[in-house]
């Protein structure tokens, strides 16, 4: 049905940059809210932002100021730009997508990308 491909992830030194991608494709007929969500060893997944199909952005305190995310609704894309990144950011960061899948349904499905790992050590 929709798969999720990430891409960007790796090893950086702390105060470095990234940035990750995640691109959408199958049976879409539009996607609604995009986010990005992280896991650390031994935590719960948390949500380091997200945005609306307008633009509409949201970030918990921990990353406001350093991640910015946006997204090409024309490539069903969303992406993570990362700075100033520091070693509690260490984490696998996982995508997820609310999509419709036909016009004739406002039903809503949620999909995880497979994660990719982004780690920050000198």
């Known amino acids: 049905q929709v798969q999720l491909v990430e891409s960007g992830g790796g090893l950086v030194q702390p105060g470095g940059s990234l940035r990750l991608s995640c691109a959408a494709s199958?049976?879409?007929?539009?996607?609604?809210?995009m986010g990005w969500y992280r896991q650390a060893p031994g935590k719960q997944r948390e949500l380091v932002a997200d945005?609306?199909?307008?633009?509409?952005?949201n970030y918990p305190d921990s990353v406001k100021g350093r991640f910015t995310i946006s997204r090409d609704n024309a490539k069903n894309t969303v992406y993570l730009q990362m700075n100033s990144l520091k070693p509690e950011d260490t984490a696998v960061y996982y995508c997820?997508?609310?999509?419709?899948?036909?016009?004739?349904?406002?039903?809503?499905?949620?999909?995880w990308g497979q994660g990719t790992q982004v780690t920050v050590s000198s």
């Open positions: 997820k997508v609310i999509v419709r899948l036909t016009s004739t349904s406002y039903r809503e499905y949620q999909y």
């Open positions: 945005i609306t199909r307008g633009g509409n952005t």
């Open positions: 199958g049976s879409i007929f539009s996607i609604n809210d």
